[in-house]
């Protein structure tokens, strides 16, 4: 971790949360990194999933032909609190998903901006 990172904790309650600024998703600066910002998330392509406590929901519109976008909750492990998503690709059909599914399949981790602080705040 350089000087300049940033490693983040739950808003709330400040359980660690083992995410890192050097570790977000920053390429697309000016579009969909702008946007997401503006909508309050940041987005990171890994996370710890231990430090998260996982609910699974299903929304049920194809991204393209024959795909589902899969989206599961992740709330701090300690107390619950919303930090933010999982998102996945799932072939099954709308509302059934494989029992077998794997949730280190996740494509990318939306987190809320409000929900977490730096470290040194914590």
Known sequence: MSESDVSYCCGS???????ASSNRIAAGV???YDKDLKKGFTTF???????FT??????CFPLY???????TKLLCRKCGAHIGYGYR???ALCGFHSPNS???SYNKFTVKILAIQP????
Do not use: A, F, M
Request: hydrophobic share 20%; with cysteine; glycine share 10%.
């Open 89 to 91: 690709e799932s072939p």
């Open 102 to 104: 794997s949730r280190s």
């Open 30 to 32: 000016g579009s969909e």
């Open 13 to 19: 309650c400040g359980y660690p949360l083992n995410l």
């Open 65 to 71: 032909w024959g795909c589902n976008h899969l989206k």
């Open 54 to 59: 996982q609910v699974d929901e299903v929304t």
């Open 119 to 122: 470290s040194g705040n914590c």
């Open 45 to 51: 392509p890994s996370i710890d999933l231990s430090r």
